[in-house]
């Protein structure tokens, strides 16, 4: 055989490593500097992307030089960039260069901290990052960290373990023949609620929206009634789920008087704080998660407004015991020759797996500092509350429900339209914002109504996005006026 037709083995060498690496950074580093001048949104229908790719695999390697070509050409035209400064949708986020810095890293170790033994400083500075922010949202020791991928994750996860408390011979027999049980959270709550309810067989049924007020809070009354209905009827009531910063409209649910029930119940209290967690940092804003510290598990995400890469979520419970009950099967392979106890974190969650995840996360809160964090939480805060008072101030705006942190949602009033002709007049305006490329906000349906809501949450928001915002607001509501 020829020898430019052997099929090259091995990987790509260090210094060619080192040369493109090089250039990818570079303009990784152009990127996050310019990101604020792309269009928010692509421009690209539902199948254009895959259409300009090859439909089959190469037969043969192709040069780097082309697949970055074709990254800067193909890919990033259809990126939605979270990192744009005008990213009001969803929860704002940021990759922050630190930790940007850190997931390099971690991709380049590329351990797999499964168990202790397969990465020691894997799982210590998990353990250890996870204790440092437990420190900055100043919950008890009592507190035990693990980090998943998602909020999702680590919920499914602590209600895994609330169901071995509520079911303890459930864990040999299976729910089969067991009295149903309940898992109650407010009729704001995220849907990954219901989907553990449903992955851990309970069945959709077994799921129970309680009832919020006007501010889209859980109301205590309605869930102590639904609890003692259920009871009545036979069933099992499980958990209670609280949320601290609702996916809508950031609304915090009372989860002191929460906990009072959970506590009468006997039921594990499991706070959902993925977005509103970061908030407990700030000294003037941590009485607003009050009582959270008598939850039985909390999932907090610092890829959403602690400015850590997608993705990194922590899970902190305060009966491990229980979670490691739910999950903890050792087989041979990987069980500690000499017997040792050490903590092995594939005992905490569903993935045997694990990626080195708080590598990014101790960049971060080195980089930033508690100081740094406070700072910076607190100027979205204001940002937030600047736009809140915008719309305050305007006849023709009202904010549907209050600001507590730094997602604000606000409708468009004419008093000449019905409800649903003001529904359309929003999603107009939502539609011509986004169209100009300069930001983009969301809607979601309050108390059955369309509503605009803009999160601020990225790093490099300032008040002129901000500013700008409410301008393209307030001429897409002229316009549609006509
Ligand atoms: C974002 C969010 C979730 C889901 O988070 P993932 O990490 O994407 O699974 C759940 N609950 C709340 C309140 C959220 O804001």
Redo the contacts with the bound molecule.
């Keep these: 055989m020829p020898a430019e037709a052997t099929p090259p083995t091995g990987d790509l060498p260090p210094e060619e490593f080192r040369k493109y690496a090089r250039e990818t950074v570079d303009w990784m580093a152009d990127y996050l500097g310019g990101v604020g001048e792309l269009p928010v949104l692509p421009n690209v229908a539902p199948g254009d992307v895959r259409r300009s790719l090859p439909e089959h695999p190469p037969e043969v390697g192709e040069p780097l030089d082309v697949v970055l070509a074709d990254f800067r050409a193909l890919i990033v035209p259809g990126i939605t960039h979270w990192n744009h400064p005008a990213f009001f949708g969803y ?1 704002s986020i940021t990759g922050s260069g630190p930790g940007v810095l850190g997931e390099m890293l971690a991709a380049t170790l590329n351990v797999n901290a499964m168990v202790w033994r397969s990465s020691p400083a894997a799982t210590e500075l998990e353990e250890l990052t996870a204790d440092w922010l437990r420190q900055l949202l100043g919950l008890p020791e009592t507190f035990d960290g693990v980090i998943n ?5 680590s ?1 499914m996860y602590a209600l895994a373990a609330a169901r071995e408390v509520a079911y303890p011979d459930a864990h040999e027999r299976g729910l089969f023949g067991q009295q149903p049980g309940r898992v109650y959270a407010s009729d704001q709550t ?1 849907s ?1 609620i219901e989907k553990a309810v449903l992955t851990l067989g309970l069945g959709r049924d077994g799921y129970r929206p309680i009832p919020s007020d006007r501010e889209f809070r859980m109301r205590p009354d309605a869930l102590s009634a639904a609890i003692a209905q259920d009871r009545a009827a036979g069933l099992r009531p499980v958990a209670v789920v609280a ?1 601290l ?3 809508s409209s950031s609304s915090m649910d009372p989860v002191a008087e929460i906990a009072d029930i959970a506590r009468e119940h006997g039921l594990w209290l499991h706070v ?1 704080a ?2 509103g967690g970061p908030a407990a940092i700030v000294p003037e804003l941590r009485s607003l998660l009050a009582g959270w510290e008598r939850a039985d598990s909390i ?1 907090v ?1 610092p ?2 407004w602690l400015f850590t890469p997608v ?1 990194c ?1 922590l899970l902190y419970c305060r009966r491990p015991e229980a979670l490691t009950r739910a999950f903890s099967i050792v087989p041979a392979y990987l069980s500690a020759p000499d017997g040792s106890e050490t903590r092995n974190l594939m005992d905490y969650g569903l993935s045997l797996g694990r990626r080195f995840r708080s590598l990014k996360l101790w960049f971060v809160l080195r980089y930033f500092g508690r100081e740094g964090l406070i700072a910076r939480l607190r100027e979205h805060v204001a940002m937030a509350a600047w736009l809140g008072e915008q719309i305050d101030a305007s006849p023709r705006w009202v904010r549907v429900a209050p600001t507590p942190l730094a997602t604000v949602v606000f409708r468009y009033v004419d008093p000449e339209l019905d409800g649903p002709a003001q529904d359309a007049r929003n999603m107009a305006i939502l539609h011509a914002v986004n169209s100009t490329g300069s930001a983009y906000v969301i809607h979601t349906v309050l108390s059955g109504r369309v509503a605009l809501r803009a999160s601020i949450g990225n790093l490099k928001t300032t008040m002129d996005h901000v500013a700008d915002l409410w301008t393209l607001l307030e001429d897409a509501a002229a316009d549609q006026a006509g």
């Design positions: 929860f991928d998602t909020a999702s994750s919920t995220h990954s949320t910063g609702t996916t959902d993925a977005y999932v995400n890829h959403k993705d979520s």
